[in-house]
Antibody, heavy 119, light 107 residues
Framework: QVQLQESGPGLVKPSQTLSLTCTVS??????????WSWIRQPAGKGLEWIGR???????NYNPSLKSRGSISIDTSKNHFSLNLTSVTAADTAVYYC???????????WGQGTLVTVSS | DIQMTQSPSSLSASVGDRVTITCRAS??????LNWYQQTPGKAPKVLIY???SLQSGVPSRFSGSGSGTDFTLTISSLQPEDFATYYC?????????FGQGTKVEIK
């Protein structure tokens, strides 16, 4: 069974870049027909889909990010990453990584990591 | 973007009750609708995919129905572990979007 674990700084200053990594275990990130996705959730609020990357490297992003987000994949390290540039307090949230399998649902999730944007 | 609207936003129910949550899409999404359950401090867990298919390992008291713009999640007999927040999600067109959530609380 695939397991996911987010990692990265818990505190980022405004205008800087938020960088998170999701390490995959229990399977190879380059095998199978999976999308590797990022979702976030501000405290006490709902879920926002950030974007996804396919094993081939093709990506989809939420336009609400206004081109600030990028997702990459590193098959040698079995992980994928999120970079979000020019962050503001509005980017403070719990960030989740997840897999999207053949059923187009987010079937495996990491535990989430809280990122706070503050000076 | 496709807007997803859930109702109600919250509800109070007792163990054993039948609970129904509704999700409406701003345009037709065929059956590309998933339901998730989230408990405090935990990641969401998929319950139903493709509007009515039960995810492996999910109790059969959960069921989903609908197509087009109107969808329903039903819990046939509410159990203590079902008190949580439920989200619908459309995967008809990117960006994937979620409903605002329905919090199921203990009466």
């Amino acid at each position: 069974q695939v397991q996911l674990q987010e990692s990265g700084p818990g505190l980022v200053k405004p205008s800087q870049t938020l960088s998170l990594t999701c390490t995959v275990s229990g399977g190879s990130i380059s095998s199978g027909s999976y999308y590797w996705s990022w979702i976030r959730q501000p405290a006490g609020k709902g879920l926002e889909w950030i974007g996804r990357i396919y094993t081939s490297g093709s990506t989809n992003y939420n336009p609400s990010l206004k081109s600030r987000g990028s997702i990459s994949i590193d098959t040698s390290k079995n992980h994928f990453s999120l970079n979000l540039t020019s962050v503001t307090a509005a980017d403070t949230a719990v960030y989740y990584c997840a897999t999207e399998g053949g059923n187009s649902c987010l079937d495996y999730w990491g535990q989430g990591t809280l990122v706070t944007v503050s000076s | 973007d496709i807007q997803m609207t859930q109702s109600p936003s919250s509800l109070s129910a007792s163990v054993g009750d039948r609970v129904t949550i509704t999700c409406r899409a701003s345009q037709s999404i065929s059956s590309y609708l998933n339901w998730y359950q989230q408990t405090p401090g935990k990641a969401p867990k998929v319950l139903i995919y493709d509007a009515s298919s039960l995810q492996s390992g999910v109790p059969s008291r959960f069921s989903g129905s609908g197509s087009g713009t109107d969808f329903t999640l039903t819990i046939s007999s509410l159990q203590p572990e079902d008190f949580a927040t439920y989200y619908c999600q459309q995967t008809y067109s990117t960006p994937w979007t979620f409903g605002q959530g329905t919090k199921v609380e203990i009466k």
